[in-house]
């Protein structure tokens, strides 16, 4: 069975500039997740998707970053236009299960986004 | 607000030696605590999770880690580690309330030397 997949692996843009980052979860998991890790800091929570809806968009920094998930399969995350805050290395999760936290969660190898 | 602290960013130990990686968290609701590995130019992978039931959880790779309640505690432990044990790794958070998302931890840095 294929894991999560992200593409591209790594970004570099430069400020103004707009990027998308997709995502492929594993098939059959209705649970997508966004994270991002800012060098040195914790990884973070973005946002989550239950097949095609938006289930907790809480961790989103700004109207910049634009999240979607067609069909409920892969999902894109669009940073338009890009800051320097940006750079860090942003994560996708998948997860087969909705009950409480219980879920695990797998994670993909990241793009890491450099943005000068 | 929930939080996850893993106050060791670093931790250098000799190969064959023990080793404690330390996670506590505030909560004031239940809580599912999982440890997750990075390897160089790798994904997170899951070592191990608490649910319920015992406290002391077994993961792969030899690791273990003890649920601690009243110290909200969840530290990762490893009797002898390797070489190949160098990594990052990440202790987070999820509440059997709400949503799914995972708090994590900082991280703490694992250096295993000959």
């Known amino acids: 069975e294929a894991g999560v997949t992200q593409f591209p692996s790594h970004s570099v843009i430069e400020k103004g500039q707009t990027v998308t980052l997709r995502c492929d979860p594993i098939?059959?998991?209705?649970?997508l997740y966004w994270y991002r890790r800012v060098m040195g800091k914790e990884i973070k929570f973005l946002l989550h998707f239950v097949k095609e809806s938006k289930q907790d968009e809480s961790g989103m920094p700004n109207n910049r970053f634009l999240a979607e998930r067609t069909g409920g399969t892969y999902s894109t995350l669009k940073v338009q236009p890009a800051e320097l805050e940006d750079s860090g290395v942003y994560f996708c999760?998948?997860?087969?299960?909705?009950?409480?936290?219980?879920?695990?969660?797998?994670f993909g190898p990241g793009t890491r986004l450099t943005v000068t | 607000a929930q939080s996850v602290t893993q106050l060791d960013s670093q931790v250098p130990v000799f190969e064959e030696a023990p080793v404690e990686l330390r996670c506590n968290y505030s909560?004031?609701?239940?809580?599912?605590l999982f440890w997750y590995v990075q390897y160089p130019n790798q994904g997170l992978q899951l070592l191990l999770k608490?649910?319920?039931?015992?406290?002391l959880v077994k993961g792969i790779n030899g690791f273990e880690a003890e649920f601690n309640k009243s110290q909200t505690s969840f530290h990762l432990r490893k009797p002898s580690v390797h070489i190949s044990d160098t990594a990052e790794y990440f202790c987070a958070v999820s509440w059997n309330t709400g949503f799914q998302k995972l708090v994590f931890g900082t991280g703490t840095r694992l250096l295993v030397s000959p």
């Open positions: 999760a998948s997860s087969q299960y909705l009950s409480g936290g219980r879920n695990e969660q797998y």
């Open positions: 909560s004031s609701v239940s809580v599912y």
């Open positions: 098939s059959g998991h209705d649970n």
């Open positions: 608490y649910l319920s039931g015992s406290t």
